[in-house]
């Protein structure tokens, strides 16, 4: 069974910066499977990438995917205060990684 | 517009049982595999079950197999989640997603379900 850890838990962050999370696998992983999703307080989760690299539909470009085997990165370019929120990656529609928590420095 | 809207959360004691509905609008519903996934409170999303297209494959997490069973009605567009034996730890909010094959594109608001004496 894969599993994804994310890193790190909690990552402090002014508006502006950019940011980028990790998500790596237990083993090396197809791409086309790994995706990662945005969660605000109180809301459900909404998928952002797919496949690795793909935006999902109404995604804005500062936001990116990237990596293989057993690495991969969310970038997110310039941070909008709308984007603090807590981001999990996921692999075949299944596991889970634990989240990262990107919040106001 | 895809719309994924869960009923059927509550206050439940622990061995109870709790059936959960999703209502789905907006697309072919019945073209999809359907997932479940949970939250608990102040935790990270478990995948919990999901379900092919006709309902012919069902698969679940470890921790709920022989307690859950997942189903669908394609004709009402209706996926549902039948919880038996419930355990405090199964308290949670519960999401029904569209699984379009490697991610689930669309997300309820989910419902939350409480195991608690």
């Known amino acids: 069974e894969i599993v994804l850890t994310q890193s790190p838990g909690t990552l402090p962050l002014s508006p502006g910066e950019r940011v980028t999370l990790s998500c790596r696998a237990s083993e090396n992983v197809v791409s086309s499977p790994l995706a990662w999703y945005q969660q605000k307080p109180g809301q459900a989760p909404r998928l952002l990438i797919y496949?690795?690299?793909n935006r999902a539909t109404g995604i804005p470009a500062r936001f990116s995917g990237s990596g293989s085997g057993t690495d991969f990165t969310l970038t997110i370019s310039r941070l909008e205060p709308e984007d603090f929120a807590v981001y999990y990656c996921q692999y075949w529609g299944k596991t889970f990684g634990q989240g990262t928590k990107v919040e106001i420095k | 517009e895809v719309q994924l809207v869960e009923f059927g959360g509550g206050l439940v004691q622990p061995g109870g049982s709790l059936r959960l509905s999703c209502g789905a609008s907006?697309?072919?519903?019945?073209?999809?595999?359907m997932t479940w996934v949970r939250q608990a409170p102040g935790k990270g999303l478990e995948w919990v079950a999901n379900i092919k297209q006709d309902g012919s494959e069902r698969w679940y997490v470890d921790s709920v197999k022989g307690r859950f069973t997942i189903s669908r009605d394609n004709a009402e567009n209706s996926l549902y989640l039948q919880m038996s034996s419930l355990r405090a730890e199964d308290t949670a909010v519960y999401y029904c997603a569209r699984d379009a094959k490697f991610q689930l594109d669309f997300w309820g608001r989910g419902t939350l379900v409480t195991v608690s004496s």
């Open positions: 907006g697309f072919t519903f019945r073209n999809y595999w």
């Open positions: 496949g690795a690299s």
